[in-house]
């Protein structure tokens, strides 16, 4: 029961930096990798394959759709794009998320 | 719409699954691509390490692709396609399982398909018409008589203006003996039918024309239109027979037409004449029996059409009392038989729950070979779950194997559905039926029929399936830890219970046998009182005149005519040198034609009315029969007069209803209906003048006897009629003669059936042997389940004792001590199984003894022989059983102590 807040953390954040990329314009998976690896400092680091999973079950729920599209060198690209129901989750993920940074925050500070 | 976006992406997700497949490769490549590329660019390695490190970074790109169809929710499909290949394998490895459980899954699947498909073609309400489940026809039904009242050619005149139906049209069935192109004349099935018809079931007939309002009108040329039969047997194919004139009965009518092959509307008919509906001066209840159809109005329902009519019907009520004040119009689906079908219905729902039960029982007993199989299996299904598989995944996996075995019995099983309806189902219903089968009958399975027949095998395939696999894995993680394969598993009070009811059944269906085969023979030796097999009935029609439109003059010449012909042709024939005698009755001796009356003998108060058969029969009756009166006298012609009122009664009587006195002088009143009639005082009273032997008053089905009273009646003045003639040799020698005769002397007298007397139980002896047939059937079923079931949980018991029997063994234990304790559980549960079948026959017995059927028959009671009967097939079913365990047993001989305590 231990290891399971974890994972569900990490996923957790996976899913909020993914609609929050997404939220600016939509990108490839490859692109979104490279957004996440910036912004996040290093949670995609070791395993970048794990965003794929990530990216479909977010299209399972809705949040994101994709499409086919051409990147600038002229590639064939699966481009993802958030949906009217991803932004509204990505609000109240963002709002839950700065309520524990905070209470997180406030409980380290006491310590 | 975030749920709506949801579902539309699973369901693209999940419909697109190769393409799914194609596009996550497509991403990881190009992901891997830029990544390569991006390494290159910016830390300046070479290709090769590039893509290296893309790779490492990009982490298994199997396990992505793994979540991610697992994501998909299509994990279950693939490992489900992997499970039912292996199932199919299954198959073929284990060839003995699969034939006794396959077979025994696709006899309940036959069974099921077989009574599911039977009962929907009766209970059909779809016609094979445009339009069809709108037909509907019009029923009339006495609440107080309890029966259809069909008597509504004046309502008809009424119904025309209703709003809910259109095409509203009548029909009857007008037997008529049409005279073919060779003079030949023979009865064909013909309808007086209005025009209407044939816009209900409309069809473009192969020459001529249909039917039109113009032939119905009075005065109107009398025109016939044919069906396809008539024309092709009868008139060799006419292209001219349009035009010409045809003789039918005493009648003659032109050709109008000739009706496509297969058109049969209204039920299975022939031959169709114009009906007239417009009758002046008709009264309520006058006229023939007709049956009103009609198509419901655009726009409307039963609901509606039944409602505007039930008020037509309570304005008849208000207006005539006295005739329609029980009686009620009903709006039914054309197809159903009537308006009171609760009976079907139950017995429709008892019977699908019966097939139910039994596919239930069937398949517990292949549950019990497949739980036996996959114990054999416990290290592979071990070694499964230590590699990761669920507890879920190992029951699937299971399920998929009964799954398989299911899918192959069912198309076994349907192929052998479909194969006895076409050879069995149609004699079967047209005997049920006693005749011919309307025209929307199908004898082919039908996609419901089919769908219930899959449902039963996904029944089957749970029970067979999922009970065993749930069992072998309970506790599979503590046999894990505890590292013990063998064990674990054992055959608890569920499986007793399958066996134990397995042989219960193996027990009762015999009896079943027994009793029907006693029941076959009793019909087989029914004795009528005189030598049947020197007789011929002969069953004839003729035309009655139930034409409104006759006058009473034209119907009275009819029937003189009618009783002049029928006198002639019992001269004629007598003339025959083969004939010994010829009389007239209302029903053949041991048919079910007689009619039922409640018998009061007025003379003596104190004896309890009773129902009796009654017979209209010639004065020369017992005389042909061969039957002097055993007391008083038999009827002289004197007996025909109006005003003598005298009745001849048989021994059954005597025995039955007067409790053996004499009954010659008394007085009997004969009353109708379900209750004592009010008016039943008013009724005739009938002197007794004589007494005869009983000539088969008794249905032959029914095995009681019965009371019969004899009426003097002159032939053709009762509704029914059958003649009797005695021969001198074989009576079937003269049939062609009689045919002959009947023709030349009046074609109004039509001959629609001849039998010789020993064969009028022909048909019931069939539906007997049928049912034989098939309790046979189940009884081998049962039989091998049972021996398959036994074999299999002995030799598993053997399989997982194996070291248990070498140490004891070892330790001295002799071969009789091991044997014993091995076999104590099957014997234990076989005589169970017997102990229990035998109960289920001596409560069947009681029970049925009960019962009308078999009141009086001694079922209740069984004799002596029946007891050693019962205990004889016990011993031999202990003994069969016993067969079941000699493999197994062989092998405990030949358990070595030494390889036993290797074995694991």
Redo the contacts between chains.
């Keep these: 029961m231990a290891i399971r807040p974890q994972t569900d953390a990490l996923r957790g954040s996976l899913d909020l930096l993914v609609l929050k990329t997404l939220s600016l314009a939509p990108m490839?998976?490859?692109g979104i990798?490279?957004r996440v690896q910036q912004i996040s400092d290093g949670v995609l680091?070791?395993?970048?394959?794990?965003l794929?999973?990530a990216l479909?079950?977010l299209?399972?729920?809705?949040?994101i759709?994709s499409d086919w599209g051409t990147t600038d060198n002229n590639?064939?690209?699966?481009y993802y794009r958030i949906?009217?129901?991803g932004r509204?989750?990505l609000g109240s993920e963002l709002e839950s998320w700065r309520r524990f940074a905070a209470g997180l925050e406030a409980v380290l500070r006491t310590s | 719409m975030s749920w709506l976006d949801a579902a539309r992406s699973r369901a693209r997700l999940f419909l697109s699954r190769r393409a799914s497949e194609s596009r996550t490769d497509e991403e990881f490549r190009f992901h891997l691509d830029m990544e390569t590329d991006r390494l290159v660019r910016d830390a300046g390695l070479s290709r090769d390490a590039a893509r290296r490190r893309a790779l490492a970074a990009f982490g298994g790109v199997q396990n992505h692709r793994e979540t991610m169809r697992e994501g998909r929710g299509l994990a279950w499909l693939t490992g489900m396609s992997l499970d039912l290949k292996l199932g199919g394998r299954m198959l073929v490895k284990y060839p003995g399982l699969t034939l006794i459980g396959g077979l025994a899954m696709a006899f309940g699947i036959w069974f099921g398909a077989v009574t599911f498909q039977m009962f929907g073609m009766i209970t059909t309400t779809k016609l094979p018409l445009p339009g069809g489940e709108r037909i509907v026809r019009v029923e009339v039904w006495d609440s107080k008589a309890l029966h259809e009242e069909d008597r509504t050619l004046y309502d008809y005149q009424l119904w025309r203006s209703a709003r809910s139906l259109t095409d509203l049209g009548a029909y009857r069935d007008a037997g008529a003996n049409l005279v073919g192109a060779d003079g030949g004349a023979k009865p064909e099935k013909a309808a007086e039918i209005t025009a209407s018809a044939f816009r209900i079931a409309p069809a473009r007939p192969l020459l001529g024309r249909v039917l039109d309002e113009s032939d119905e009108r009075a005065g109107a040329a009398p025109v016939v239109l044919l069906g396809h039969d008539v024309w092709t047997n009868r008139f060799d194919r006419d292209p001219r027979i349009v035009g010409r004139s045809v003789q039918i009965g005493n009648a003659f009518a032109t050709v109008v037409g000739v009706m496509p092959e297969g058109y049969a509307f209204p039920i299975s008919h022939e031959l169709w004449l114009p009906l007239r509906t417009d009758v002046p001066g008709l009264e309520p209840l006058q006229g023939g029996a007709i049956t009103v159809f009609g198509r419901l109005a655009p726009g409307m329902t039963f609901e509606r059409a039944q409602a505007e009519f039930a008020a037509l019907g309570k304005r008849l009520a208000a207006e005539y009392p006295a005739t329609h004040a029980q009686l009620q119009p009903h709006v039914l689906p054309y197809t159903q038989m009537s308006v009171n079908d609760t009976d079907m219905k139950a017995m429709m729902g008892l019977t699908y729950f019966f097939v139910v039960a039994l596919m239930v029982i069937v398949c517990s007993t292949v549950a019990l070979l497949l739980f036996a199989r996959a114990a054999t299996r416990e290290t592979e299904i071990l070694v499964r779950s230590a590699l990761g598989a669920s507890r879920r995944r190992i029951v699937a996996q299971l399920f998929a194997e009964a799954l398989v075995l299911a899918g192959v019995a069912t198309v076994v099983g349907l192929a052998a559905a479909q194969l006895t309806l076409t050879i069995w189902g149609k004699p079967y219903l047209e005997m049920a039926w006693g005749a011919q089968l309307p025209f929307w009958i199908d004898f082919t399975l039908s996609p419901t029929a089919i769908g219930y027949a899959l449902a039963l095998a996904v029944i089957g395939a749970v029970v067979a399936g999922v009970m065993p696999a749930r069992k072998i894995t309970r506790g599979l993680g503590t046999r894990l830890r505890a590292g013990t394969a063998g064990g674990g598993v054992s055959f608890g009070g569920v499986w007793t219970a399958v066996i134990v009811t397995q042989v219960a059944l193996t027990v009762t269906f015999p009896a079943v046998v027994m009793l029907v085969r006693g029941e076959s023979k009793r019909v087989a030796s029914y004795d009528a009182g005189f030598p049947t097999q020197e007789y011929l009935g002969v069953t004839l029609g003729v035309d009655d005149g139930q034409d409104e439109t006759l006058t009473p003059e034209t119907r009275a010449a009819l029937d003189t005519r009618i009783r002049t012909a029928l006198e002639a042709l019992r001269a004629r024939l007598e003339a025959e040198p083969g004939v010994a005698g010829v009389t007239f009755v209302d029903g053949l001796p041991g048919g079910d034609g007689h009619k039922a009356r409640r018998a009061e003998v007025v003379s003596l108060p104190a004896i309890r009315p009773r129902w009796v058969a009654i017979a209209s029969a010639d004065p020369s009756y017992f005389d042909v029969l061969n039957a002097p009166p055993l007391s008083g006298r038999t009827f002289s012609r004197a007996d025909l007069a109006p005003n003598i009122r005298v009745v001849v009664v048989d021994q059954g009587f005597v025995d039955l209803v007067m409790g053996g006195r004499n009954p010659v002088g008394h007085r009997v009143r004969l009353v109708t209906g379900q209750a004592v009639d009010s008016n039943a005082a008013s009724l005739p009273t009938y002197e007794i003048v004589g007494v005869v032997k009983e000539l088969g008053m008794a249905n032959a089905a029914m095995p009681q006897r019965e009371a019969g009273v004899y009426l003097p009646a002159a032939p053709g003045s009762q509704g029914s009629l059958e003649m009797i003639v005695r021969a001198r040799a074989d009576p079937l020698s003269i049939a062609p003669r009689v045919r002959e005769l009947a023709m030349v002397i009046d074609p109004a007298i039509r001959v629609e059936q001849i039998t010789r007397l020993d064969q009028v139980t022909t048909p019931l002896l069939w539906l007997l042997g049928l049912w034989t047939k098939i309790i046979i059937g189940l009884t081998v079923v049962a039989l091998v389940l049972s021996l398959a079931g036994i074999y299999a949980v002995l030799s598993y018991t053997v399989a997982r004792r194996t070291r248990e029997i070498g140490v004891r063994v070892a330790l001295g234990a002799s071969a009789r001590r091991v044997i014993t304790s091995v076999f104590k559980r099957p014997l234990t549960q076989v005589a169970l199984g017997v102990i229990a079948g035998i109960v289920l026959i001596i409560v069947a017995a009681t029970v049925a003894g009960k019962t009308t059927q078999f009141e009086g028959t001694g079922m209740g009671v069984m004799t002596l022989r029946d007891v050693a009967l019962l205990v004889g097939y016990a011993i031999l079913m202990v003994g069969v059983c016993t067969l079941a365990c000699v493999v197994p047993t062989l092998r405990v001989l030949r358990v070595q102590p030494t390889e036993a305590l290797r074995a694991e």
């Excluded at chain 1, 299209?59 to 949040?63: F, M, Q, V």
């Excluded at chain 1, 590639?75 to 699966?78: F, N």
């Design positions: 490839h998976g490859w990798s490279q680091e070791v395993n970048q394959g794990s794929y999973p479909q079950r299209e399972k729920d809705g949040l759709t590639r064939r690209a699966r949906t009217a129901s509204k989750a």
